[in-house]
């Protein structure tokens, strides 16, 4: 994306937000030959795990983890018929999780799932966590699960927020075959810097070194753990080379932010969408004006050098409270940009439930925009707010995705016929 | 003989004012010698007699003055040409004029008109530069606070230059009216004796070159046929028609009213004196007036040539005697980068031809100089070389700068940036500020500190501290880390936090402040707590130096 | 085309071959650069007095309004600055009426209207990659080469609006009109190291240092930059010699360019 100062430009679609429903969706249109342009800031890809999970737990309170996310489907739509995958088949809900591994592909980041079912993986709590898409890098953890193998957990001396002892105990608990080491790296002193750490990966004498400090510890192991530090531009390639080194099976570990999977997500979904002539402006608000001659108008932030965007159609994926598409009041919670009605219990003091731990979940966590059947925004009697604006993921209402692990899943999948449904009817037309 | 001997004690005096002000100059120069760790070649500081005398010829013509402001170099040309004509062809015409010219005599033309012609020239400069001077429309005096100081810089020279041309005038047109010097000339020149033909002669004399005779002759047109005859046979081998001497023949004209006076009290004898007298004047003053600036600058220019053009200024130094080639013209200031830094601040050392006329004070150990605002103000000096590109002077102006910080010997006077590597930020916390220093720097800051909501969203994820170079870089000195910084903001640690070397050390990259996922302008906060450390820096500096200097007196 | 040029501070004394590199190529491409009384943007003084930095970065756009001119300038900092001035200018209303009393006192006004262009962005939109593609008599075929993008145009982007924070394409596109290839060079967009020269000498060698080994580890042969501040710091090897630069050679942007459109360039 390059701009003039002052400029207008006028697009096929604007997308707000760049969250995962905000790539999804500008990877879709982009795919479809609409002019895109996309806003916000995709820095909260920093807190994400880089798993994509599709549905991992139904229902909530039976905390029941699904080996196939699709057994828990049917019964979802059958209780919450407002859910977002209410409104979706379960062939657009493949078609759609693969559009999304396709991009990542092209953006040099692969993904791959275990044939329509879940996928446990192991995070740097020492609990499993069910997922569908996971990075080629952290799949052959999943062999673990059935306790057969025999574990090697490395960890790297100094590096915080992750302990190999720790996740070794948790699994010795489930009677693993685990054994620890600890990796010395000279090069870091001071603070320990989790990308820098990162970086390192990058550097074949780096990964010799490492290779020759774990050497002493393989003996019988066959698999070997490691923090989800391994690269940040080239994990894949990293990650091999430490296989061909070492001779055992690696995998990834995921664990507290800033987490390097979720910047190496973020960095292929901005490789695919420039490659495909996607605008982007990167961190900029963009405050809704007027609709006009069937075009919705913008200005972003930024004085006086504001630019004007004319979009045909609008996908909104600002997120909830931490992306600011949703800003919660004394009373009442808002749509940031166009100030969509949204539902949410009436009164504050429903907002949550007494017991903070509640298998049901909070029901402002279900708090968000209504929307028909084609992800348009409804206002009271149900109709649609406009004609050409969309909603996609986590901002959808009816959806406790934290609990139901079922994040990425919905911001993909929303996102993607969302695109779909204003394609067809700008084609229509 | 009596003259003789005083010109020859003022050259001898002027030998030793040069030897004094070399000496000076020298110890100007010495001031910004660089560290002892450093290679310190003072051989090159001599300029080559290629530099030198292709310089001097540009200070022939001033082609640097011709670039800078055509007015002041048509003011300038005038008395430099005008002054030149006459201290060679006039004022030492026994070593030039007359071995040059064997017709040569001053009251023949075309020397006589000449000497007017150039005099006239001096005079008129001389009075355009008072009017200059007068009207306040000098560069550096169009702005009032640029410094009062400078009003008078020069004034003595040009006030002698034009005395001396003026004298000369009057001399000449006492000359003129003489009757004693025209009765000299007779007796000298002819064989003429008291009768008729002095007479026709003096009537001559009277009524074409206004001689005022005592009694007057009186007029009859058949004398005076006669007297032109004698002035042929007589005179004109060595006086032109007295005409051509245009400005003292006017002056002549009013003299005479006088005529008899002033013939009486021998006035031209006394201005004579007096025109002898302030030449002498001038001799010995050279070294110390603003004259000098005449060999001054071709030698600052031929040095200036032949310095490394290279910005690795470790070894760099001054040539002393180019500070005082300065002529207070101020048109460096006039174009200077960082001139919207003295209009904010209003400290007139931030301009070079105030930053210059301090350096000359302190090589001179002048009492009164505020060695803070000359640290303040040449801080933000931007080496941009535009003052030295414009310098009429060709002073080396931009290595002058870079090496000033030398002269800062005094732990007081270090930059921020220094201040802050010696001190640890928990200390820094701790120090007492005095309140009047603080509130003398109030001005405008981006307001990001006071009010919380820019960084009060902050959830510590440490993505800013991952993407930070200086954190991956400086690892091992690093202290707090940009999320830290932001934490101390948020326990209201602004103190703690202005004396991290996270602030001091920041790339001011973005890097930080555009993957925020809360939008918290990091960047722009660390370049605030910087000038918040900067402001309360600045205060406890100051008062070191105050208690420095009660401390010694 | 006239364009009022904006020099920046160092170029005159210690990168004559940017401004002279810079101003051949606006001649070929026939734009006309008008020299007028500037001073300095404000950037040295950001984080040490910010009504200066504001200040000055104004008062020269009130400069170039005055002679209805917009303004080019080939550094990064400058061009950063400008912006940077003008986004708090609107901001700060005390500091907007404070300025705009200073500039009448000299006659001058700003009413937000002067574009601010930098050499890269002037290029990409203003000229085209097509007429440069045209102009570009010779062709450096095959010469690997890492571009520098510089900081303070590329970030923030909420004020620079330059290009991708991150992920900038700009660079690329222009570097390939000559025929050069260029590598992913993942410290692109890190900062050189030039603000800290002074203050933390050895702390920006160190920077600089890795931009060099990184650059060698993509493959390029050069490394390719357009702001003044950048090429100044990659030219400190020809004083710190022990500086490795793993065979890496920095070069300016306009100098290609020159070389490539027939001028005097020698490349």
């Not at chain 1, 720790?166 to 090069?187: F, N, S």
């Not at chain 2, 053009?309 to 005697?321: E, I, R, S």
């Not at chain 2, 994820?461 to 707090?480: A, F, G, H, M």
Request: aromatic share 10%; charged share 20%; net charge neutral.
């Amino acid at each position: 994306m390059n701009l003039k100062n002052n400029a207008t430009i006028s697009c096929d679609l604007l997308v707000i937000g760049s969250g995962i429903a905000g790539m999804v969706a500008a990877a879709r249109a982009a795919s479809l030959g609409l002019d895109t342009v996309l806003t916000g800031s995709s820095s909260g890809f920093f807190l994400t795990s880089g798993l994509l999970d599709f549905l991992g737990v139904y229902p909530v309170e039976s905390s029941q983890v699904l080996e196939s996310p699709f057994n828990g489907l049917d019964q979802l739509r059958k209780q919450n018929p407002d859910h977002p995958y209410s409104k979706i088949d379960n062939k657009t809900i493949l078609e759609s999780l693969d559009f999304t591994a396709r991009i990542l592909s092209s953006g040099g980041l692969e993904y791959s799932s275990a044939k329509n079912t879940n996928v446990n993986i192991l995070t740097s709590a020492g609990t499993f966590k069910p997922s569908f898409l996971v990075p080629q890098t952290m799949i052959k953890g999943s062999s673990i699960g059935s306790g057969k193998k025999k574990i090697l957990l490395a960890d790297f001396k100094g590096l915080k927020g992750y302990s190999a002892a720790l996740i070794a105990q948790a699994l010795k608990r489930r009677h693993m075959d685990v054994t620890t080491v600890t990796i010395q790296v000279p090069q870091l002193t001071g603070d320990f810097n989790v990308m820098r750490m990162a970086a390192l990966f990058e550097d074949d004498a780096f990964l010799h070194r490492t290779a020759k400090q774990i050497e002493s510890s393989v003996q019988d192991r066959e698999i070997l753990g490691l923090p989800a530090v391994c690269g940040i531009h080239n994990s894949q390639d990293s990650m091999k080379k430490l296989e061909n080194l070492t001779g055992l099976d690696c995998f990834e570990i995921p664990g507290l932010p800033p987490s390097i999977p979720g910047l190496r997500l973020k960095n292929a979904f901005e490789t695919h969408i420039l490659k495909n002539k996607v605008r982007v402006f990167n961190n900029v608000k963009v405050a809704f004006t007027a609709f006009e001659n069937e075009q919705i108008l913008f200005t972003t932030d930024g004085e006086p050098f504001r630019t004007q965007i004319a979009a045909k159609g609008v996908i909104l994926a600002s997120g909830r409270f931490p992306g600011r598409g949703l800003a919660a009041h004394r009373e009442v919670i808002r749509e940031t940009v166009f100030d969509i009605p949204v539902y949410h219990p009436q009164q504050r003091s429903l907002w949550y439930q007494l017991d903070f731990f509640s298998p049901q979940g909070h029901p402002v966590n279900r708090a968000g925009i209504l929307t028909d059947s084609d992800f348009r925004p409804v206002d009271k009697t149900c109709q649609p707010l406009c004609e050409n604006v969309y909603a996609a993921g986590s901002i959808l209402a009816h959806n406790d995705w934290t609990r139901l692990k079922s994040g990425a899943g919905v911001s993909c999948v929303s996102a993607f016929c969302a695109v779909n449904h204003f394609h067809a009817r700008k084609k229509i037309k | 003989m009596m003259f003789e001997t005083l010109f020859y004690i003022s050259l001898f005096l002027c030998a030793a004012g040069c030897i004094f002000q070399w000496v000076r100059f020298r110890r100007a120069g010495l001031m910004f010698k660089p560290a002892s760790s450093d290679r310190f070649n003072p051989g090159r500081l001599y300029p080559n007699p290629v530099n030198l005398i292709l310089s001097f010829l540009n200070t022939i013509f001033q082609i640097r003055l011709f670039a800078a402001g055509k007015i002041r170099w048509l003011f300038h040309f005038f008395v430099f040409a005008g002054f030149l004509y006459l201290v060679t062809v006039h004022a030492f015409h026994q070593v030039t004029a007359v071995v040059l010219f064997d017709y040569y005599d001053p009251t023949v033309d075309p020397f006589q008109f000449l000497r007017n012609l150039f005099g006239s020239l001096v005079v008129a400069g001389c009075i355009l530069f008072f009017l200059r001077r007068g009207l306040r429309l000098r560069v550096n005096q169009i702005k009032s606070n640029w410094g009062s100081h400078l009003k008078y810089k020069g004034l003595v020279s040009i006030i002698l230059v034009f005395l001396i041309v003026g004298t000369g005038f009057l001399l000449e047109a006492s000359k003129i009216i003489s009757e004693p010097v025209f009765m000299e000339m007779v007796e000298d020149y002819s064989d003429l004796e008291e009768g008729d033909e002095l007479e026709e002669l003096k009537l001559f004399w009277q009524e074409k070159a206004f001689v005022s005779f005592d009694p007057t002759v009186p007029a009859d047109p058949e004398k005076l046929k006669n007297g032109q005859v004698l002035n042929e046979v007589y005179c004109i081998s060595c006086h032109s028609d007295i005409r051509s001497s245009f400005v003292s023949c006017l002056l002549a004209d009013l003299m005479s009213f006088y005529g008899t006076v002033l013939n009486q009290t021998r006035v031209d004898v006394m201005l004579y004196r007096v025109h002898y007298g302030l030449c002498l004047a001038l001799i010995v003053f050279l070294p110390f007036s603003r004259l000098n600036h005449i060999f001054l600058i071709p030698l600052s220019i031929a040095v200036k040539n032949q310095a490394p053009k290279t910005h690795h200024q470790k070894t760099a130094q001054v040539f002393g005697a180019s500070l005082f080639a300065c002529t207070n013209c101020g048109y460096c200031s006039q174009v200077c980068s960082v001139y919207p830094h003295f209009q904010i601040t209003g400290n007139p050392d931030v301009l070079p031809h105030s930053k210059i006329e301090t350096l000359k004070k302190i090589a001179d150990k002048h009492p009164d100089v505020s060695l803070w605002g000359l640290q303040k103000g040449n801080n933000a000096c931007t080496q941009c070389n535009k003052c030295t590109q414009i310098c009429p002077s060709g002073i080396d102006l931009q290595t002058l700068w870079a090496v000033t910080h030398r002269i800062f010997s005094d732990n007081a006077l270090v930059n921020n940036q220094t201040f802050f590597n010696r001190i640890l930020p928990e200390a820094w916390a701790d120090l007492e500020t005095e309140p009047r220093m603080l509130i003398a720097r109030q001005e405008l800051v981006s307001d990001l500190i006071e009010k919380t909501d820019a960084f009060e969203n902050c959830i510590q994820c440490t993505i800013c501290t991952n993407v930070c170079p200086v954190v991956e870089y400086d690892s091992k000195d690093n202290d707090y880390t940009p999320q830290q910084v932001m934490n101390l903001l948020r326990l209201d640690q602004k103190h703690l936090a202005s004396g991290t070397r996270m602030v001091w050390t920041c790339l001011t990259c973005y890097a930080c402040q555009d993957i925020c996922p809360q939008k918290i302008p990091v960047t722009d906060i660390i370049l605030e707590l910087r000038h918040l450390g900067g402001v309360r820096a600045d205060a406890v500096k100051l008062q070191q130096t105050v208690k420095k200097r009660v401390e010694i007196s | 085309m006239k364009l009022a040029y904006f020099p920046g501070c160092k170029i005159s004394f210690y990168l004559k071959a940017y401004g002279d590199s810079f101003e051949s190529v606006m001649k070929h491409l026939g734009i006309d650069l008008v020299r007028l009384e500037f001073n300095c943007c404000g950037y040295p003084a950001r984080g040490e007095h910010f009504e200066i930095s504001v200040f000055s970065a104004i008062k020269n756009l009130a400069v170039a309004h005055k002679n209805k001119l917009d303004i080019i300038t080939p550094c990064k900092c400058c061009f950063g600055q400008f912006k940077h001035a003008v986004f708090w200018y609107y901001k700060h209303k005390n500091l907007k009426t404070k300025i705009d009393d200073l500039l009448d006192q000299e006659n001058l006004s700003w009413d937000g209207s002067t574009q601010i262009h930098h050499l890269l962005s002037f290029l990409y939109h203003e000229i085209g990659l097509d007429t440069l593609e045209k102009r570009s008599v010779k062709k450096f075929s095959g010469k690997k080469i890492a571009v520098q993008y510089g900081c303070h145009a590329l970030r923030p982007f909420s004020v620079t609006r330059f290009d991708h924070p991150y992920a900038p394409t700009i660079f690329e596109d222009l570097v390939r009109v000559t025929g050069m290839v260029p590598v992913e060079w993942p410290k692109s967009t890190e900062c050189c190291g030039n603000p800290i020269l002074e203050g933390h000498k050895a702390l920006s060698l160190t920077i600089l240092e890795n931009k060099f080994k990184s650059a060698s580890l993509a493959g390029a042969e050069y490394i390719c930059t357009a702001c003044t501040h950048c090429q100044m710091q990659y030219e400190m090897t020809d004083y710190e010699s022990d500086i490795d630069t793993h065979g890496v050679k920095p070069v300016l942007f306009t100098r290609i360019l020159d070389a490539a459109f027939g001028g005097k360039t020698v490349f």
